[in-house]
């Protein structure tokens, strides 16, 4: 697998591929449910490139990003057993070489649901998916249900600005007990996770929304929304400092 840490390096890189390209943007600390988005970009694609980088501007909170985990070394493995060909892991440095002076931003669907709990988290989504679209220009670009609304607001911003990639939704992996796999999961405790797997298991079966906001909050969680939308039941929850969310189909 070839690393690619520098922008002009991946620019060369990309004049010189020919055929269908697939994208896997991931912030790292991969799990079956980033394996599920790349497995699908190698079955449609010539190539795959997938890219780790903890993008900052999208943190609207300095802990969760000191905290966000980290597993470089095991990531590296787990693409090199997929024979992912091209891992694109920039620096900040490389990626914001003039700082975050110009920003995409979105003023209608970022502004509710996660926009309105995490200020700026869409806008440093927005513009790092740019960046990254504008540098590797590909056929297809991968993205989980699991952050529906970032997914909606992705496809719609693709659309808007005429962008030649196609948007490829996929479905979110679950664990054995119905919890969204997560990076963030990685820093529950064996305790906190039951609580996390009972809040996906409610989501999931209680059909009334405010009953289940009800249920959620006797569990001990801090809901910041529990709302329908699209044709979605969405929600985030705090577990202790643990942020999570999620979402099914109605
Ligand atoms: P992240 O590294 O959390 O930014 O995630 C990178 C991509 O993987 C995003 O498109 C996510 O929606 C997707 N993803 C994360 N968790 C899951 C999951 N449990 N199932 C499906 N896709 C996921």
Redesign the pocket.
């Known amino acids: 697998m070839k690393i690619i840490t520098s922008i002009n390096e991946m620019k060369e890189i990309r004049k010189e591929l020919q055929g269908s390209v697939g994208f896997?943007?991931?912030?790292?600390?991969l799990?079956a449910?980033?394996t599920?988005?790349i497995e699908k970009s190698l079955e449609q694609n010539k190539i795959t490139i997938v890219s780790i980088f903890l993008n900052p501007t999208q943190f609207n909170n300095l802990d969760d990003f000191k905290n966000y985990p980290s597993s470089i070394e095991q990531d590296k493995s787990i693409l090199n057993l997929l024979n992912i060909p091209y891992l694109f892991m920039p620096t900040e440095s490389e990626i914001y070489p003039y700082g975050y002076n110009y920003k995409i931003s979105e003023s209608k669907d970022s502004k509710i649901l996660c926009g309105k709990y995490r200020s700026g988290h869409f806008e440093g989504v927005l513009t790092i998916v740019m960046k990254l679209l504008n540098l590797i220009k590909p056929t297809r670009i991968?993205?989980?249900?699991?952050?529906y609304q970032?997914?909606t607001l992705i496809k719609n911003m693709i659309t808007d600005f005429f962008l030649d990639t196609e948007v490829i939704s996929?479905?979110?992996?679950?664990d054995e007990n119905g919890l969204?796999?997560?990076?963030r999961n990685m820093r529950l405790t064996p305790e906190e996770k039951v609580t996390a797997c009972l809040f996906a298991h409610i989501l999931k079966n209680e059909s009334d929304v405010k009953k289940a906001a009800e249920e959620i909050t006797k569990l001990g969680l801090k809901i910041d929304y529990i709302e329908d939308w699209n044709s979605r039941r969405l929600a985030a929850v705090n577990i202790n400092s643990i942020r999570l969310i999620d979402n099914v189909e109605k």
């Open positions: 896997v943007p991931t912030l790292g600390g799990h449910g980033h599920s988005l991968y993205l989980g249900e699991k952050d970032q997914l996929c479905p979110i992996i679950r969204a796999l997560s990076t």
